[in-house]
């Protein structure tokens, strides 16, 4: 063993003992993977140049991944380790967008989510390995964390907000109009706007520059809300398992 290797081996452990510690205090429950930052930095350069005014935006709170950064997944939450500085969220009340920029190699595309102090991270597809696997990983948690007590929300009567677009369990609303749940064929994204689409009506459109907040929670709420079944009725909401619209949307 080089005289080098033991000081890293010993910076390993004391991160991983913050970041068990910062999952422990945000109650994230047992890691289950764990996503490093990947060899080569080639196309994690071209990211961090197109997402430099994202951050810009977003404030000093979202440093840089490099090398030892990394991202853990656990069964309530993930931590992202960046820049010296360790940031838990929590699925179930985090708000998760989604942004691109334009790159010479095409867009790049990143989560910005608010960890459990309110703060912004910012995840890059390139800031970490295996994105095809947490990337929709972490749509699929928060989606199942927050359906549930949003249906019940709905069921009481309320109003839930997702950016430029509200929802009842009788309506929909985006750009001041508003279309009942009978008339939805479907929600999509598409850079930074937001389409409602009608069956035999012009369309609601809205727009949103920050990225539609929690889009995964809306898809899955509409399918709900547009299909067969309605709302459940009292004690009758859907498990994780059993949610629409967790697969394939652009959330």
């Known amino acids: 063993m080089s005289a080098g290797a033991a000081p890293r081996g010993r910076d390993e452990e004391l991160v991983l003992a913050r970041i068990s510690a910062a999952a422990g205090r945000a109650g994230l429950g047992r890691r289950y993977a764990t996503h490093r930052a990947p060899r080569t930095e080639t196309g994690a350069r071209w990211g961090a140049a197109a997402f430099a005014g994202v951050r810009r935006l977003l404030g000093s709170g979202t440093p840089e991944a490099g090398a030892g950064a990394r ?5 309530r939450g993930a931590t992202a380790f960046a820049g010296g500085r360790v940031r838990a969220v929590r699925f179930d009340s985090t708000v998760v967008r989604r942004l691109g920029a334009l790159t010479p190699r095409g867009v790049t595309w990143g989560l910005v989510l608010a960890d459990v102090h309110g703060g912004r991270v910012l ?3 390139g800031d970490f390995e295996r994105p095809e696997e947490w990337w929709p990983g972490i749509r699929r948690a928060v989606t199942a964390a927050q359906v549930p007590p ?3 929300a709905l069921e009481g009567g309320g109003r839930l907000v997702f950016g430029p677009v509200w929802i009842t369990a009788d309506e929909v609303g985006a750009g001041g109009g508003a279309l009942r749940w009978s008339e939805v064929r479907g929600i999509e994204v598409l850079e930074g706007s937001v389409t409602v689409r009608a069956a035999g009506r012009r369309p ?4 949103a520059a920050s990225g539609i907040p929690n889009f995964c929670v809306l898809h899955a ?11 459940p009725g009292p004690g009758r909401l859907p498990g994780p398992g059993h949610l629409p619209g967790t697969e394939g949307h652009s959330g």
Not at 204 to 207: F, G, K, P, V
Not at 221 to 230: I, N, Q
Request: proline residues 4%.
């Open 71 to 75: 991202l853990d997944l656990y069964e």
């Open 123 to 125: 995840l890059r597809r």
């Open 150 to 152: 949003a249906l019940t």
């Open 204 to 207: 609601l459109r809205a727009a």
């Open 221 to 231: 709420l509409a399918g709900h809300l547009t299909g067969p079944g309605r709302l």
